[in-house]
Structure formats: structure tokens, C-alpha cells
């Protein structure tokens, strides 16, 4: 849950695809946890990602995530229904060819929350965003 920027999104366990890339829920109004990283609350980073749109099924779940300020407030249930709380910290772009994903996807360090999901220009010959926007979230 994401309250001020509306979400309220299921979170389901997603992977990798044949070609190195994190697999993305394939209902856009789902969120997906990397299941092969750390799980919320556990030393490292979480990471959640989601869609911003899609043509078929219109608005995802972090449509508005590129405006979720620093000091929003997030909040991950688990599995055994623990609720884990995050405030943001940071919120960056990145061209996705300089995605830093050894620090995003870091399994070592204090607990940490990271949503990722597309950005910038969309390039219509590539079918797909130019950029990532990611959000840095601590527990509170």
C-alpha cells in the first residue's frame, strides 16, 4: 500500500525471464517481489516492481509512482500477515542501460525497500519505456 499516491496492490513472486531481465506481474494492477532477494524485513534489499501502463489493460499499480515524494510512507503485508513499514528516502531515474542493479538488488546491509517500474520516454519502436524510476525506501 502506497496511500498517497493510491495503491493498493497484490503482491505475487516473480523472477527472471529466459533473457536476464526481472519478470513484472503480468496483471498490471499486480506488484511483483523478486523472490530470489531478500524478503520484507530481512537484511538487504526488497525489491518490488510493477507496471506503469500497458495498451491491453490500461493504468498499473505504479502509474504515479514517479510522484511519490521523499517521506511518503509504504507499507508491505507478508505472507503471514505482518505488516512491515517503509519511509521513502530517495526517488531516482535511470536510463535502463545503467540500471545499478548490484546495489539495487543488494542481499547484504540494513533492511531496505526498493519499487522499480518504467519511466522517461516511452520508445514506440521498442514497445517500452527508455527509463527506470526507482523509489529507495527505509523501515520506519
Known sequence: RIPSIDVDAKIGAIGVEDNGDMQ??????????YRYGPAPGEPGA?????????REQGAG??????RLDVGARVSVTD?????????VVARRTY?????????????????QLILITC???FDSEAASYRDNVVIHAQPS
Do not use: C, M
Open 24 to 33: 513484472v506481474p503480468q496483471d498490471v494492477r499486480d506488484v511483483g517481489w
Open 79 to 87: 505472507n503471514a500477515g505482518d505488516k512491515h513499514r517503509y519511509d
Open 95 to 111: 536510463d535502463k542501460s545503467v540500471l545499478p542493479t548490484d546495489r539495487l538488488f543488494s542481499r547484504e546491509g540494513p533492511s
Open 61 to 66: 499499480a505504479f502509474l504515479n509512482l514517479r
Open 46 to 54: 526488497t525489491v518490488i516492481a510493477g507496471h506503469v501502463d500497458s
Open 119 to 121: 519511466g522517461g520516454t
